[in-house]
């Protein structure tokens, strides 16, 4: 092989044209960097005002990573028996067939991907504005007014729409370009997030003082702590993103797995980590009802100089976290574009750089619509529901794939099985049906989206 070149995909014709420049490292940096965005810096003040325990909240981001793990050790199996793009989608496909992989896909790609990609690039338009005001999302910039609707559109709208066009720039000229910014930014938001714990060592604010892990006056805590593990599964989403690109990861067979467990250890300590330093820095009474939990905690150690720091992590986080989702969702794309089901142009890889090129516009372009618009948001909670229904279903295929290809080779076998799959699936569930009886109005909605998919699959499937 010629110096400097990068080995061609060999695989399904689906793959065709692609390249492994995705090593064992920039892997693990993908799962952590798709997930640490801005739900670390936010969440935990929130949780706080529904169950003020430190033990119960330290419990639900322990649980919320033993939770991934259990998702990351089931995936790993299928990801090493199916190492080509899509992931999550092939698993599906493969297991229940060609439909419910397509719902999945149709969800993942118009509101939960795109939509998260919108979202965290509003956080970083918002944290931008810290440094430079008049990039606010409260100066309106564009005011049109119809008989039928009034349309705004704020400078901060415009700054993450043009961060989505940026990135969306990166992954277009290749994947190692795409992959290198998502290995650096994940690795300078990591550094920076280790900040809180090494403030919290040395200037530490509050001594954490033992607890009732049940508060007095909580009258119902199972409730509680279900509705606050609603913020930590957020705030670990995405895991699973790594499994789109497998097609572009060397060694996918060994690699997928190991990034996936390594990724999410990485996370689940990093997490625990950053949450003890607001222990160190706040009171639980001082944290109910914060929303800027990070900026809070670290201007209480370090003053306003920590507050500035925090924010500028938070900027770096959330471009970060879309350098990674735009190149998984991307791929998604292309899986559903090369089984013909969906836009059949998105399947094209570019000559030069051999990325999905067009997949990856038609990405960036909804996803920069949707940040403009400002209509992601509920579209994002409707359809949530129906996603994580599909994590249950995706949990249960690694049974039925036991069963049906009992011959296909395994390089990897979930370790623990059949007890981590269920406790996996078991948890799952108990978030679907709690949603279900906590949101049920959303939870239907979520699922009249999935229904309007149907139309789209049968145009794709007489079309092809």
Not at 239 to 254: H, L, S
Not at 340 to 345: I, M, T, Y
Not at 363 to 392: D, H, K, N, P, R
Not at 410 to 418: I, M, N
Request: proline share 6%.
């Amino acid at each position: 092989m010629a110096a400097g070149k990068l080995p061609t995909v060999h695989g399904p014709a689906g793959d065709a044209g692609l390249v492994r420049a995705i090593g064992l490292g920039s892997a693990i940096l993908f799962v952590v960097g798709s997930v640490i965005g801005s739900g670390i810096f936010l969440t935990t003040g929130g949780m706080a005002a529904v169950i003020p325990s430190a033990p119960l909240l330290l419990g639900a981001w322990v649980l919320g990573g033993a939770l991934a793990i259990t998702g990351g050790l089931t995936y790993a199996e299928m990801g090493a028996m199916f190492p080509h793009s899509g992931g999550v989608y092939v698993f599906l496909r493969e297991a229940y067939g060609p439909l419910p992989a397509f719902l999945y896909g149709w969800a993942a790609l118009f509101v939960v991907i795109s939509g998260g990609i919108a979202a965290v690039a509003v956080g970083f338009a918002e944290y931008l504005s810290y440094f430079v005001p008049v990039l606010s999302h409260s100066r309106i910039v564009v005011f049109v007014h119809t008989p039928w609707l009034a349309v705004s559109v704020s400078a901060g709208q415009i700054v993450a729409a043009v961060s989505i066009v940026i990135l969306g720039a990166v992954n277009y000229v290749g994947v190692r370009s795409g992959n290198m910014v998502n290995a650096v930014l994940t690795a300078a938001k990591v550094a920076g997030l280790a900040a809180l714990p090494v403030m919290a060592l040395f200037a530490w604010r509050v001594h954490p003082a033992l607890s009732p892990i049940v508060p007095a006056g909580l009258a119902r805590p199972a409730v509680s702590f279900g509705i606050a593990m609603i913020a930590v599964l957020w705030t670990y989403e995405a895991w699973y993103f790594v499994t789109y690109a497998a097609g572009e990861i060397k060694d996918p067979q060994r690699n997928v797995p190991r990034a996936l467990v390594g990724g999410i250890l990485v996370l689940t300590t990093v997490y625990l980590l950053v949450n003890l330093a607001y222990f160190f820095a706040l009171s639980v009474d001082e944290m109910r009802g914060v929303t800027r939990i990070a900026e809070r905690a670290a201007s209480a150690m370090a003053g306003p100089r920590g507050a500035t720091f925090v924010a500028l992590t938070v900027v770096v986080s959330t471009f970060g976290c879309n350098a990674a989702a735009i190149l998984a969702g991307s791929r998604l794309l292309f899986a559903m574009a090369s089984d013909g089901v969906f836009l059949p142009a998105a399947s094209r890889v570019h000559e030069r750089y051999r990325t999905p090129h067009l997949a990856i516009i038609a990405l960036t372009a909804w996803s920069a619509i949707l940040a403009l618009s400002g209509t992601y948001e509920q579209l994002f909670t409707y359809v949530m529901f129906a996603s994580i229904l599909f994590s249950v279903a995706a949990g249960i295929a690694l049974f039925r794939l036991r069963r049906t290809m009992p011959e296909r080779p395994r390089p990897y076998r979930t370790w623990g099985y059949p007890v981590v799959p269920i406790i996996f699936i078991t948890g799952s569930t108990a978030f679907v049906l709690n949603t279900l009886v906590e949101r049920p109005v959303q939870s239907l909605a979520g699922l009249g989206l999935l229904a309007l998919g149907l139309p789209a699959y049968w145009y794709w499937r007489v079309r092809r």
